[in-house]
């Protein structure tokens, strides 16, 4: 006869539940690549692009970009008590500056916004629907394709050389 540790919980001390969890290797999998896409893009958005908002009175405000889909987008801007500009009935133009002289620009309606705090400043950050009826949002939907695709083959240099020899 055969006898197990611990008695008839056949080697649980837990009552019965089960020791043994299975990991959902593609939730794993999915949530990395999630997370390299939101870090690889911020670089990008941070390092690479700029991005403004033209106000009702015809001034660049810089606003930094969060978050994109082809849906909409996030961005946030300082917060300014004595300037309540966007709000939430305005449609907003958005300008992404791929140089200093050539731009493509969207146009966005605030859906909801919210305040955050990062590095000790106040900001005010919006999520946005990009409106679909530009002329512009074909050529928007490719470039966050491209992020979706950039962000899965990226790599970050680390100086490290490898040689291949065929």
Known sequence: MIQRAGGSNSGNQNGGAKDDQVVDFTAVREKRLDDKRKNTERIFFRDLLSVYSVTGHSKMLPVELIDVSEDGCAFQ????????????????????????????????????????????????????????????????????????LYSEQAHKDTGDMTLFYL
């Open 77 to 148: 801007i300082p917060y300014d008590p004595n300037n309540l500009w966007p709000n939430q009935d305005d449609g907003v133009p958005i300008r992404l500056y791929f140089s200093r002289e050539m731009y493509m620009e969207i146009f966005v309606r605030i859906q909801n916004s919210r305040h955050s705090i990062e590095g000790n400043h106040r900001f005010l950050r919006f999520g946005c629907s990009v409106d679909k009826g530009t002329q512009s949002y074909p050529a928007y939907q490719q470039f966050v394709k491209f992020l979706k």
